[in-house]
């Protein structure tokens, strides 16, 4: 297996290969080869390529190796290390997204019950803010169709080479959720069902950051006004919610910050979009 990149630029161009936002040792050339390839090199692969200008960042190739098997009983587990648009990863504050590439990466363990996890394969990077794509990963001492208890921890790999030792810089982990393994001749499932987290800081209680809420606001009406769009949502009582707008459902930006002081969130856009905009609604800090 070979990955490549061709860059233009003033000489001398220098090469930087990284696998899952680590760098790889002597791997300084336009090409990476990967000899004898195995689930363990699953994941996300880019290259910084520099000159006395600068630097340029390539996009991120993801890698997935599968171990195979026709779906007898001695298949192992397996699941693709990956989470949505939906239950994306968000910063200290809870309010923007980890951003892509950096020094933070992210964890898989796995493991029959929530006692007994353990990290499967490698640490993966975030590939787009607040998303991650680690490849598909196998189970080991687990089967095909078995339920298994899912974490994933976010760590900075500057102040240490795993979670519990990075205790200095920006951490997060997720509620530990279930998820069918498949493998053999069944889909390996993606983390779709992951709780959403958002990251801390030393001597910042996880509880001062709330990425969701803990009762959801809902949708109560939306209509026209005369200068825009008046939302009106239900929710939990004496919390700031932030109002976010997309028109891709990808991409969110904040446009305003309200207060529900009793249990009800009025909101007003006054702008009147070209193009169709998606509107939600989160709890943040107070």
Known sequence: MTFAVVATGDAPLTYQWFFNGVSVPSATSATLAISNVQPANSGTYRVIVSNASGSATSSVATLNVSSGG??????????????????????????????AGGTLVVGLFVGPDADSMEQ????????IAGRFNGGTRTVPGMTPGQVAAVQVKVWDTTFGSTYETASGGKRGISQVFQVVLGGGLHVPPSLYTMPTFALTLPGLAASQVKALPASPLTLHHLSRSADGYRLLLNGPAGVTCAIEVS????????????????????????????????????????
């Open 120 to 127: 499967v394969g490698n640490v993966t990077s975030f590939a």
């Open 247 to 286: 028109s891709d459902l990808i991409e969110w930006k904040t446009i305003a910050y309200v207060v529900s002081n009793s249990g009800r969130v009025e909101f007003e856009d006054k702008e009147i979009p070209a193009q169709k905009r998606f509107y939600r609604a989160r709890v943040v800090d107070p």
């Open 70 to 99: 026709g779906g007898s009983s001695g298949s192992s587990g397996e699941l693709s290390f990956l989470n949505a648009s939906i239950n994306r990863v968000y910063d200290v504050g809870g309010v923007s997204y980890v951003p």
